[in-house]
């Protein structure tokens, strides 16, 4: 009996501590994630630690809102809740599935909330912050716009319109295409429709051709076409469709066209290039045939020095001679 109360109390003892040590990790927790929010206009920004990055969000979405909200003409009916983490696993968590290393953002854009992290390259930070806070907040201005059909909206299409309005295009995105074209290894469309590659590589060039035949679709039909287009898809129709129905013709001969454009464009840099690299060459072998000519000379002019030398050194040896 005694035994059985000490066992029982002992037993007591363990599971108070366990309980004691349970609510103790739930109150650090929750102090840990403890989330601040600022609230603008047409914005929720909602962090943890200190708010300057938070504020920085907040006045780059208010500044692009105007811009997206008439490039595809719909503004949304309510605040949009951006989310902002410091850490991939946080991120991750927030998202609900398992992300790529490298992603950053993601939309939720039917409930008008984003979910970004700290932009992995501190030297550039600002610049990608701002580029990635205007990419989410695209998807979600042109999700609210689609409604429900977005599920049926090409992945290329929703992508290029986010990179398009966040102005992302760069020198890396372009000789990426350059060398895609001059290689003939770009990504046929019909393959980025469902999904993007999940080689960081290939998901590079996907949304770098998104945004490039975004670009020339409206370079070649203005923004007004781009607009109509995405309405279109709003009430309904397809993607082929609502693209006869903005530009008159559908996606195939459109990205026909494009291609046709890239290939245009890149000939001449591919020209120039070869004449760059002919001409290099050319002055390389300029160079070494005078190097080589100029140390021929210098060994000619040694040796004619040399034989200078030996011969008044022999007339030195006569001049003696002759003298004793």
């Known amino acids: 009996m005694r035994d059985y109360l000490y066992h029982s109390a002992y037993t007591k003892i363990i599971i108070k501590s366990a309980l004691l040590l349970l609510a103790f990790v739930f109150v650090f927790s929750v102090r840990a994630e403890t989330w601040s929010s600022i609230e603008s206009e047409h914005f929720v920004v909602k962090f943890t630690g200190s708010q300057g990055t938070a504020q920085d969000i907040q006045k780059i ?19 949009i809740t951006i989310w902002f983490y410091r850490s991939q ?4 968590r927030a998202a609900g599935a398992p992300m790529q290393d490298w992603a950053v953002g993601y939309a939720y854009p ?6 970004i992290r700290d932009p992995p390259d501190l030297e550039n930070k600002r610049m990608n912050l701002s580029r990635l806070v205007k990419h989410e907040i695209a998807h979600v201005i042109f999700g609210l716009c689609i409604g429900p059909n977005l ?3 090409p992945r290329w299409f929703n992508e290029g319109v986010a990179m398009y309005e966040a102005g992302e295009w760069s020198y890396g995105q372009d000789w990426a295409m350059l060398t895609a074209t001059l290689g003939n290894s770009l990504i046929p469309l019909y393959e980025l429709s469902e999904d993007f590659p999940p080689n960081k590589t290939r998901a590079q060039m996907a949304y770098a051709q998104s945004c490039s035949i975004i670009t020339f679709m409206v370079k070649e039909y203005g923004i007004e076409s781009l607009r109509e287009c995405i309405h279109l898809i709003a009430e309904g129709r397809g ?12 996606t195939l001969d459109l990205e026909g066209r494009w291609l046709k454009s890239l290939r245009s464009r890149y000939k001449w840099i591919s020209l ?8 290099g060459f050319i002055t390389f072998l300029v160079i ?18 040399e034989e200078e030398r030996w011969a ?7 001049s003696e001679s002759t003298w004793l």
């Open 288 to 305: 070494v045939a005078y190097w080589w000519r100029r140390s021929k000379n210098r060994r000619i002019i040694e040796q004619w020095e």
């Open 151 to 153: 599920k049926y909206v």
């Open 110 to 115: 039917l409930s008008a909330r984003i979910v």
């Open 61 to 79: 979405a208010e500044k692009f809102y105007p811009k997206v909200t008439r490039d595809l003409g719909y503004s949304a009916g309510r605040k």
């Open 239 to 250: 993607i082929n469709e609502a693209m006869a129905g903005a530009i008159g013709i559908n």
């Open 272 to 279: 120039l290039s070869s004449w760059v690299v002919l001409w």
């Open 312 to 318: 008044e050194f022999e007339e030195d040896e006569d």
């Open 89 to 92: 696993k946080e991120f991750n």
